[in-house]
């Protein structure tokens, strides 16, 4: 019964990471056609490419660099977006690991609680029993 539920959480999990990877994508490729068209020193759309991506992920080489106050301004979002996007898809990533030993875990205690329940069964069963054979007869 439990099968159904992992299932559709791993398939939601993956489905986050997908939806995350897409808009990560996506938020580069806004951003280098942004820095592209913005600033007169990005040459191609490659270059605007890498700037957006050395931007969004905050590693900032300094080969290319914003350099007028729009494009400037406009980096300032490409962080704050990347930022976030790029939080969104390790976290998802950190999901898919977790879930599968959580979800390992979780068999097990419902394996323990079950033993358990078995055990406890049989003892108030034995206890009627007990009890049945020491009551006199009416």
């Known amino acids: 019964m439990r099968t159904p539920i992992l299932n559709r959480s791993q398939r939601l999990v993956r489905r986050g990471?997908?939806?995350?990877?897409?808009?990560?994508?996506?938020?580069l490729l806004l951003g280098?056609?942004?820095?592209?068209?913005?600033?007169p020193q990005v040459n191609s759309l490659?270059?605007?490419?890498?700037?957006?991506?050395?931007?969004a992920a905050t590693v900032?080489?300094?080969?290319?660099?914003?350099?007028?106050?729009?494009?400037?301004?406009f980096s300032v979002l490409v962080v704050l977006l990347g930022l976030s996007v790029l939080s969104?898809?390790?976290a998802s990533l950190a999901a898919i690991f977790v879930e599968r030993e959580v979800g390992a875990e979780e068999r097990?205690?419902?394996r323990d609680l079950m033993r358990e329940l078995r055990a406890l069964r049989e003892e108030v069963e034995q206890l009627r029993i007990d009890i049945?054979?020491?009551?006199?007869?009416?």
């Open 32 to 39: 280098g056609v942004g820095f592209w068209a913005l600033d």
């Open 132 to 138: 049945g054979a020491k009551k006199p007869p009416r």
């Open 60 to 73: 900032g080489y300094g080969d290319l660099v914003p350099s007028t106050h729009l494009s400037r301004a």
């Open 17 to 27: 990471l997908l939806y995350s990877l897409v808009l990560a994508l996506a938020i």
């Open 88 to 90: 969104l898809v390790t």
């Open 46 to 55: 490659s270059d605007g490419l890498w700037l957006a991506f050395t931007t």
């Open 108 to 110: 097990q205690i419902e």
